[in-house]
C-alpha cells in the first residue's frame, strides 16, 4: 500500500533540534492524524485533521506542533525534544469519518512511519 | 469508555497450525471492528473490518466474527505460515469515529 508515505523513515536528533516530519496521502481522503506507536504500548493518537481543520488534540506536549497546509499533506514540527519521545511515529489518513461530505467510513490508512531517536 | 482488550503475545505456533488471538471490547452504540496487521519495520495495514453484529470479515485467510453478545471480535486462520508472523491490532471506533486501539498481539511462526 503506497497511497500515504512518510519522510524521513528514519530520524536521529539531538534534545536541541528542530526537525520536521512529513505526511502525504494519495488517497483523495479528508481527514488525517498523527499517531505515536511507542514499545509495549497501545498507539496513542495525538492529532486529528479534518477537512485541514484540527478536531483533535489528545494533551501532545507543545514541543510537538502539527500543520495541515492542505488535505493531502499533514506535518509533525518536532523542537526540544527528550529522549521518552523516541518512537515510531506513524500517519494516517481516512476519508470523511464524520459524515461530513456524506461519505463517512471509518477505516484509516496508515502510512510507513518514522522511527524517531532522540539522543 | 471504550476500550480493547487483545490476549498477550507473543504467540509462538508451528506453521500450518490453526490461529486464534482473542478480542473482547467494551463499547457503547455499535462501533465499528477493525483487525490491522503489523509486518516489520512497516506501517499499520488494515486486514479485516465489520460494521454490524454477526458481519464476519474476512481477508488472505483471516476470518473475524463481530459478536455482540460477547462483545467480542476473534481472529482466526486454519493455516498460518511463516509470512503471517507479525503484530495485530484489535481496534474499534468510537462516536467520533476514532479508533480505539488493543495492545496488540505479536504472532511468531515457526517453520
Known amino acids: 500500500e503506497t497511497g500515504v508515505t512518510q519522510t524521513p523513515r528514519h530520524l536521529v536528533m539531538g534534545m536541541t533540534n528542530k526537525k520536521s516530519l512529513k505526511c502525504e496521502q494519495h488517497?483523495?481522503?479528508?481527514?488525517m492524524y498523527w499517531y505515536k506507536q511507542s514499545a509495549k504500548k497501545p498507539l496513542e493518537l495525538m492529532f486529528v485533521y479534518n477537512f485541514k481543520e484540527q478536531t483533535e488534540n489528545n494533551s501532545v506536549p507543545s514541543r510537538f506542533s502539527p500543520e495541515c497546509p492542505n488535505s493531502s499533506h499533514l506535518f509533525l514540527h518536532l523542537h526540544t525534544l527528550q529522549p521518552e519521545d523516541s518512537a515510531l511515529y506513524l500517519c494516517?489518513?481516512?476519508?470523511?469519518?464524520?459524515?461530513?461530505?456524506?461519505?463517512?467510513?471509518?477505516?484509516?490508512?496508515f502510512g510507513p512511519g518514522t522511527r524517531l531517536t532522540v539522543l | 469508555g471504550n476500550s480493547v482488550t487483545q490476549m498477550e503475545g507473543p504467540v509462538t505456533l508451528s506453521e500450518e497450525a490453526f490461529l486464534t488471538i482473542n478480542c473482547t471490547y467494551t463499547?457503547?452504540?455499535?462501533?465499528?471492528l477493525f483487525w490491522y496487521v503489523q509486518y516489520p519495520g512497516e506501517g499499520l495495514q488494515l486486514l479485516l473490518k465489520?460494521?454490524?453484529a454477526d458481519d464476519k470479515g474476512s481477508n488472505k485467510g483471516f476470518e473475524a466474527t463481530y459478536r455482540k453478545e460477547t462483545t467480542s471480535f476473534h481472529l482466526e486462520k486454519g493455516s498460518v505460515q511463516v509470512s503471517d508472523s507479525a503484530v495485530y491490532f484489535c481496534?474499534?471506533?468510537?462516536?467520533?469515529?476514532?479508533?480505539?486501539w488493543g495492545a496488540g498481539t505479536k504472532l511468531i511462526i515457526k517453520p
Open positions: 488517497l483523495g481522503h479528508n481527514a
Open positions: 494516517a489518513s481516512s476519508q470523511d469519518p464524520l459524515g461530513i461530505a456524506g461519505q463517512s467510513t471509518d477505516t484509516q490508512y
Open positions: 463499547a457503547t452504540g455499535y462501533p465499528s
Open positions: 465489520a460494521t454490524k
Open positions: 481496534a474499534l471506533t468510537d462516536s467520533n469515529y476514532q479508533l480505539i
